[in-house]
């Protein structure tokens, strides 16, 4: 144990909230304190995972996890992650400390109980531990360590009680042999408010596999470089990956399908879906004034889902879907980070929904990847036809992959597709007003179209 934990929540009360995975900036903290603190190596250097509860001067609090390393030797390599000083002992984070992250390696190998902490490996091959790690930088809510080019262990950092759905939803492909998902090499679970609780996640690593988002940009780039050739002209052209990534991602959804719970929804659970999108909205347009010219439209879509669907069928999906969460490998894509919305509840993250949904946020996304080279430069009518261009061919493209790979059309549910595509585009438009604000025109221009 940390004999001082008081010191050490001070430490981590200043140095968390400048962490780009800390999901409370702007938010003022009250309080922090160590609920947890399990030594999994003593001595110099030491390892321990620490456990803080943070509390807010509004709204419910939050737990957060941390590997919280030791030293007194060679500590002068990891001044860059430093916490604070315990005494003679400099106080870091340990995901950039190969020598430490090897202990979490070797003890999900060896299928350690350390405490409340419990290394599981998935299956019965041999987990190399002699290879060492280094830290993704990547990442936006979490931490991955990836080991030599065989393991990715993603540890999960805001944590919640139950089972993380990324676990639960990769593993269950994973019986079902699905092709398209990074297989699950162990996980390690903890216990949160007296709940087994999932605190990190070790697959497969896709060494040579490439990012949907960075092939898409590359695209789009090789179109803006021509000067007259149309999208399906261009040596770049990304439609035939797009159709394969649309078959791909129906594959995953039959698959979940024939594993997980379905069931089929008529009016009244419809009407509460479009509830819970209009108090979105009701919320985006109170921070977010560029929304107010469309805040009647949007919500009378939302409002008539129920009458425009009539019934429609829900099952577990990714929940989060876009072009930053798929890989094109040698052998296919491969759709990874079934966690869903980091902000949202693991109940929330765990509720059966649309497969629709998953296919608006790769629309979305296509039409992210066709605009956001332009959000920031003067309007140049031709660039603007052709990035449109571009994200309609790639769009239609994902859909015939869709129905290819045994999927309804989503085209053919118009009504449930607009609304999921508006609240998405919903949600974007807060996040670029806080963040990106030239990027604000990119999610208008779709509201613009839908709601219109």
């Not at 943070?54 to 737990?63: M, P, Q």
């Not at 699950?184 to 690593?205: C, H, K, N, R, Y």
């Not at 609304?419 to 949600?427: G, I, R, S, T």
Request: hydrophobic share 40%; proline share 4%.
């Amino acid at each position: 144990m940390i004999d001082d934990h008081a010191r050490l929540a001070e430490l981590i009360s200043e140095w968390l909230p400048q962490q780009r995975w800390f999901g409370g900036k702007g938010r003022a903290i009250t309080a922090l304190q160590v609920e947890d603190d399990i030594p999994l190596l003593e001595g110099d250097p030491a390892l321990h995972q620490v456990i803080v509860g943070v509390s807010y001067a509004e709204g419910e609090g939050e737990h957060y996890q941390l590997l919280v390393g030791l030293r007194v030797e060679g500590h002068e390599r990891f001044e860059h992650a430093r916490i604070g000083w315990l005494d003679n002992r400099s106080v870091f984070d340990a995901v950039y400390d190969p020598e430490l992250t090897g202990v979490l390696l070797s003890a999900i190998a060896q299928g350690r109980t350390v405490g409340d902490l419990r290394f599981l490996a998935s299956g019965s091959a041999p987990i190399d531990t002699t290879i060492h790690s280094r830290l993704l930088t990547n990442e936006q809510s979490n931490s991955s360590l990836v080991f030599g080019d065989s393991y990715i262990l993603k540890l999960f950092r805001r944590v919640q009680p139950g089972l993380n759905p990324d676990l639960e939803l990769t593993t269950a492909l994973a019986a079902a042999d699905s092709p398209h998902i990074a297989k699950p090499v162990g996980w390690i679970e903890g216990s949160l408010d007296g709940q087994p609780s999932t605190l990190a996640l070790m697959q497969e690593f896709l060494a040579f596999g490439t990012e949907g988002w960075a092939l898409a940009l590359n695209s789009v780039r090789d179109l803006f470089a021509e000067g007259d050739l149309h999208a399906d002209e261009v040596g770049g052209d990304f439609a035939a990956e797009a159709e394969r990534l649309g078959q791909a991602t129906a594959e995953v959804h039959q698959d979940l399908a024939r594993v997980l719970p379905t069931r089929t929804v008529g009016h009244d659970e419809l009407a509460a879906i479009g509830a819970t999108m209009h108090a979105r909205l009701d919320y985006a347009c109170a921070v977010a004034p560029e929304l107010a010219p469309h805040a009647t439209a949007i919500a009378a879509i939302f409002d008539r889902l129920a009458t425009d669907v009539g019934s429609t069928r829900l099952q577990r999906v990714h929940g989060d879907l876009h072009l930053g969460q798929v890989m094109r490998t040698d052998f296919g894509w491969v759709l990874l980070d079934f966690e869903g919305e980091p902000a949202k509840s693991l109940a929330e993250r765990r509720e059966l929904s649309s497969p629709v949904r998953d296919v608006a946020g790769m629309l979305r996304s296509f039409d992210y990847a066709a605009r956001h080279l332009l959000a920031e430069r003067p309007t140049e009518a031709q660039l603007d036809y052709r990035a449109l261009e571009w994200a309609e061919r790639n769009r239609e493209a994902f859909c015939d992959g869709y129905v290819k790979g045994g999927g309804t059309d989503p085209r053919s549910e118009a009504a449930l597709l607009r609304a999921y595509e508006l609240d998405k585009a919903v949600y974007e438009v807060v996040y670029e007003s806080r963040n990106r604000p030239t990027w604000v025109t990119i999610p208008l221009s779709t509201i613009e179209k839908l709601a219109g």
